[in-house]
């Protein structure tokens, strides 16, 4: 027995389980990869060992990865390329082994994991939900570097390899037997046992290793031939340019080397694999994706509250939803998928029937994509009920408001509901932009009271930004914090305040585009700017894509509360007043046909945004470079989540930089807003927004917090690559 590795030997079998000590999972790390290696070269020396199985002792991990925090220790190419070469030795050592070598696989089998089961002689895998097999390297900026590039295509053909490498994709045991990247499924139960016969089976060639390459007749087909390589690598690099508008280095580099190491053989093929897993590690766009990697695992152990230890989150068995519009509809669809029972509310029985059908639209999705089964479906739906008074709220733990944004309506509906509830149900309010405390004004249980706001479409996307008054109690906190964990979103925890984090920085971001269209930038021109600077799409689509009256109900509140620095643009203000409301009204700055898909500008936007005559003379007036475009916008953004942070509505640069990627597609390989700053330091950062607020006053006064900064000389992250 090892740190590592566990060893048995049945009737010529040495059976090697891998259950690293004080972890719940398996990593590949430098000891794993020493133990390995010692049980290889026994293997080598004693003759009484036929044939080897590699297993877990992990409850549903196989092996889940390499170490991550080994990456940060890599200060140069040289470094991570060495890395690398250790792996693949260790795994090519393990192919050439003297007996053949079976993974038993229940459980996540990623990373490196799966390029050690790719260089074992025979994979089988359970036919378990929880086993999935992936290379999610790309996800981090990286390419598969112990091998993963060489073998994987040569086992299951180019095309599905390509997909597996670019896009990290989790393949279930199904399709794995499928396209032969595993040679057996079965019952958990019997894994490590069949394993072992099977690995007796090859030493005694009862069973031969299967034959490589691509299944199917076109897969075949396509991967022979240099051709029909040919034809699988330039779609799968036009793939890549479209979804990343090629911001992302690694699955294009991932391209290269899988085609190398096709045409030039084996060897050649994992010395390019390690240099440019050397060169990918050092990559900016690899360090944020690390960091995010990070953040995102701290923030999962982080309840939001400064009390030690944390309360124990009540359970939400049961949720009530105010309002079964776009928004309640879509939560209560995420809920009942976790088990949930959901009430839904609303004024009259035909707002209820189109939430709950809204909620049947969202699971039938999930049926015809056969991610669930028809009981589960069935299951689901039953868990989800209507009505228009309060019955069945009395036995809620959690309550939801969504209706109309309105703190009239919300403060009467609230009111009218808190004595339906129980004592120590959770009252949380959905509301994009009004502060928590004045929702909550009126109410006998300020402390049962918080924010949840979740984020369009809501099974979608993935943020859920909770927030705190003074008054909250942290018990309150945590069920929100717990139960939004358990509907699948990444959490951050906020104070109180208008539009709280995500909408503050969102309007300050918006209405610097505004500003930009009045002064005769074109629509489109914003938009390109933004969308190469990596946001998925640009502002006015988005705001196209919100609707116009929310965006101008939101910039209203937000120019109220905050004055001159945060007022929206006229001319955008009179595009909203025209009564265009964007995609769901077909008519926004964007034309869109009857079912809604987007085509050009609407030239007829601009004699609003501009007045005729500026209309009519718009060729005349000076182009703005997308470098400035870009540069406003996001200074914009980034001052606005600095004050934030200086006001303590953010409790840490982390939940900040977590809150724009994940919630308003800030370009995760850009880490986010605060990561940005530290990028181009504080004293560039002021140097553009000093420049700006010299030419437009009061919106780009820097932030006190960077000037300070500046002056201290620090950082917001004293540390590469931790979240702290
Ligand atoms: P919506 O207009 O689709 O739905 C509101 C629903 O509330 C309607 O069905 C309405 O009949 C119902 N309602 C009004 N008064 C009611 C009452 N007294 N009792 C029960 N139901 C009542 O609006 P949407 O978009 O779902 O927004 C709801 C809330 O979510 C708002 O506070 C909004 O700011 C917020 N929000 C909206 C986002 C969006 O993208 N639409 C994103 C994040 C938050």
């Known amino acids: ?17 891998v259950d690293q000590a004080g972890d719940a999972i398996n990593k590949m790390d430098r000891s794993l990869g020493a133990e390995l290696e010692r049980v290889l070269g026994q293997v080598d020396t004693d003759r009484t060992i036929r044939a080897l199985v590699i297993a877990s002792g992990k409850k549903d991990i196989f092996i889940a990865g390499a170490d991550i925090e080994q990456f940060l220790e890599f200060k140069t190419e040289l470094d991570a390329e060495a890395a690398s070469k250790f792996g693949q030795r260790l795994l090519n050592l393990l192919e050439k082994s003297r007996v ?18 790719l260089a074992c002689t025979w994979r089988i895998c359970t036919d378990h939900p929880k086993t999935v097999l992936a290379l999610p390297e790309v996800q981090l900026g990286l390419i598969p570097g112990m091998g993963g590039t060489q073998r994987l295509p040569r086992l299951v053909g180019v095309s599905n390899a390509l997909d597996m490498i670019l896009t990290g994709r989790n393949v279930r045991a199904k399709k794995a037997l499928q396209m032969g990247l595993v040679d057996e499924m079965l019952h958990p139960d019997i894994l490590v046992e069949t394993a072992a016969q099977r690995a007796r089976d090859l030493a005694d060639k009862k069973v031969k290793p299967r034959r490589k390459g691509a299944r199917g007749f076109m897969s075949a087909l396509l991967d022979k ?25 690694a699955p294009l580099a991932a391209i290269d080397v899988v085609r190398n190491g096709l045409s030039n053989g084996m060897t050649s093929g994992l010395e390019e694999e390690a240099r440019v897993f050397g060169r990918m590690a050092l990559t900016p766009e690899s360090k944020q994706l690390v960091f995010l990697f990070f953040a995102t695992t701290s923030l999962k152990k982080d309840m939001g509250v400064a009390v030690d230890p944390a309360p124990e989150p009540l359970p939400v068995r049961k949720l009530a939803v105010l309002g079964a519009g776009f928004m309640g509809a879509g939560i209560a669809s995420i809920a009942v998928q976790q088990g949930t029972v959901v009430r839904l509310k609303d004024t009259d029985l035909a707002r209820v029937g189109k939430g709950l059908s809204s909620v049947r639209g969202v699971i039938k999705e999930r049926l015809d994509r056969k991610q669930i089964t028809r009981p589960q479906y069935d299951d689901m739906m039953t868990l989800a009920g209507g009505t228009i008074d309060y019955s069945g709220f009395g036995n809620a733990n959690l309550l939801i408001e969504a209706v109309f944004e309105d703190l009239e309506v919300k403060h009467a509906v609230l009111q009218a509901v808190e004595d339906k509830l129980p004592v120590d149900a959770v009252i949380a309010s959905n509301t994009s ?3 928590i405390r004045s929702v909550a004004a009126g109410l006998k249980r300020p402390d049962r009271v918080l924010g949840m706001h979740f984020f ?37 925890v906020v104070n109180d305040g208008p539009g709280f984090y995500t909408t503050r920085i ?69 595009v909203v007043e025209s009564g265009r409301l964007g995609r769901k009204g077909r008519s926004g700055f964007y034309l869109y046909d009857a079912t809604g898909r987007k085509g050009d500008v609407d030239p007829s936007i601009y004699p609003i945004l501009l007045g005729a005559d500026r209309a009519a003379s718009r060729s005349q007036i000076d182009p703005i470079s997308a470098t400035e475009i870009v540069d406003r916008c996001v ?49 560039e950062v002021l140097s553009r927004l000093d420049t700006f607020d010299g030419r437009f006053p009061v919106r780009f006064k820097p932030a006190g917090m960077l000037i300070e900064m500046s002056r201290a000389r620090t950082r917001f992250y004293p540390v590469e690559g931790r979240p702290v």
């Open 100 to 117: 053949p070598v079976v993974a038993a696989i229940h459980g996540a089998c990623l990373g490196g994991g799966l390029e050690l089961a």
């Open 1 to 17: 027995m090892t740190e590592s590795l566990r060893t048995e030997q049945t009737d010529g079998v040495l059976i090697v389980t």
């Open 433 to 435: 932009t009004l502060p």
């Open 506 to 574: 969102l309007t300050a971001y918006m209405n610097e585009a505004g500003r930009l269209l009045e002064q005769g930038v074109p629509v489109d021109a914003i938009d390109s700017a933004l969308v190469g600077f990596g946001f998925p799409v640009g502002p006015l689509t988005l705001m196209d894509e919100v609707g116009l009256d929310v965006g101008g109900k939101v910039g209203k509140t937000m120019f109220e509360s905050f004055g001159e620095r945060m007022a929206p643009a006229d001319g955008v203000r009179r």
């Open 635 to 683: 200074m914009a953004m980034v001052n606005e989540a600095v004050r934030c942070l200086e006001e303590g509505i953010l409790r840490s640069p982390r939940d900040g930089d977590i809150g724009a990627v994940f919630g308003l597609g800030w370009p995760p390989f850009r880490g986010g807003p605060f990561r940005y700053v530290d990028a181009l330091g504080v004293d």
């Open 456 to 492: 369009s479409p809501v099974h979608k996307m993935p943020l859920l930004e909770v927030i705190v008054t003074p008054e909250t109690a942290p018990q309150a906190t945590v069920t929100a914090v717990s139960y939004g964990r358990k509907l699948g979103k990444t959490v951050i």
């Open 225 to 249: 031939n240099p051709f029909g390589r040919s034809v699988v690598y330039n779609r799968a690099r036009a793939g890549v340019i479209d979804k990343t508008a090629g911001h992302y280095p």
